[in-house]
Nanobody
């Protein structure tokens, strides 16, 4: 059974940094694309970042480019989201997700491409 568990969220002032982690179990982690999404109250779940199985390819939403970095450690079955220069509009519940059917070294911004999701981690950025 696949489990994704996020950690590292919290309250931070604008301009600060946080690092989210997502530990995976129950799957051959190094074979699959990983992604981060976020959902603010009353809004749809939005793409944040994605990383290919090897970590060699990444993709970011325009709103976070240059501020957020996605990475993965396949030996630890963990994906990370380093978030710098945080803004109040980054406030949301952040979810990690995996796609067990995307092939090759692909990334994806489409939530429908992901078939397993974590429970979410709250990130709150105060102004």
């Amino acid at each position: 059974q696949v489990h994704l568990v996020e950690s590292g969220g919290g309250l931070v002032q604008a301009g600060g940094s946080l690092r989210l982690s997502c530990a995976a179990s129950g799957l051959f982690f190094s074979r699959y694309t990983m992604g981060w999404f976020r959902q603010a109250p009353g809004k749809d779940r939005d793409f944040v970042a994605s990383v290919s199985r090897s970590g060699g390819s990444t993709d970011y939403a325009n709103s976070v480019k240059g501020r957020f970095t996605i990475s993965r450690d396949n030996a630890k079955s963990t994906v990370y989201l380093q978030m710098n220069s945080l803004k109040p509009e980054d406030t949301a519940v952040y979810y990690c997700a995996t796609s067990t059917f995307l092939s090759y070294e692909r990334t994806s911004s489409n939530p429908n491409d992901y078939n397993y999701w974590g429970q979410g981690s709250q990130v709150t950025v105060s102004s």
